[in-house]
Each structure stands twice: as C-alpha cells, then as structure tokens.
C-alpha cells in the first residue's frame, strides 16, 4: 500500500506564494511520474504540473513562469512552488504518483486527499 499526503494548502491574497509539498510513503520500489492535479468547483480535475524520474518536467500552460515542480528523489517528496498567484489558481491541489509497488512490482497510480488553496483578490 502506497500513500500520499499533501500540506501547505491555505488562504493567500492575490500576488502570494504558496508551497505545497506531496510525501510518498508505504511499499514503493519506484516512483516514475509524479504530479499535481487541480480541481476547482464546478470545473474538471487538470493537470498543473509533472516531473519525471529523469527530471523532465511539463506544465500547465496557465501556470508557466509562475510554478515550479521538484522532486526530492531520497525522500519520496514533492514540492510545488507557487508564486504570482491568481484566483483563478483557487482550487484543491492533488497530488499524484506513479509509483511500482516493492511488494508485488505492480505499476498502479495514487492520489493524494488533496489540499485547498484559495487566492484571495
């Protein structure tokens, strides 16, 4: 069993930063891609942010130059910096991994609860 909790979500005016930060535990032999998601009320969940294994990473358009994704390889961790923020970012942020599991060698995705981000104008 694979899980993935996310902090860092809060209240933040308009202009703000915010860092959110994604931590991997459980049966993990390997994590390929992880990312992260947003949902905001009424709209479908979207892809913000993915990094690779290798260190490749893609970004939403809407969020490019203000987000940034990294990965702490040692610590199963991942971070969103969230800078320049609007409140069109208001949403609840997911994250997600692609994570082979070290008991059995399946390959499956998880998901985070998920953490409430709301920008204020």
């Known amino acids: 069993q694979v899980q993935l909790v996310e902090s860092g979500g809060g209240l933040v005016q308009a202009g703000g930063s915010l860092r959110l930060s994604c931590a991997a535990s459980g049966s993990i032999l390997r994590i390929n891609v992880m990312g992260w998601y947003r949902q905001a009320p009424g709209k479908q969940r979207e892809l913000v942010a993915a990094?690779?294994?290798?260190?490749?990473?893609n970004y939403a358009d809407s969020v490019k130059g203000r987000f940034t994704i990294s990965r702490d390889y040692a610590k199963n961790t991942m971070y969103l910096q969230m800078n320049s923020l609007k409140p069109e970012d208001t949403a609840v942020y997911y994250c997600?991994?692609?994570?082979?599991?070290?008991?059995?060698?399946?390959?499956?995705?998880?998901w985070g609860t998920g953490t409430l981000v709301t920008v204020s104008s």
């Open positions: 997600n991994a692609n994570v082979q599991n070290a008991a059995d060698y399946y390959i499956m995705d998880y």
């Open positions: 990094m690779t294994s290798g260190g490749s990473t």
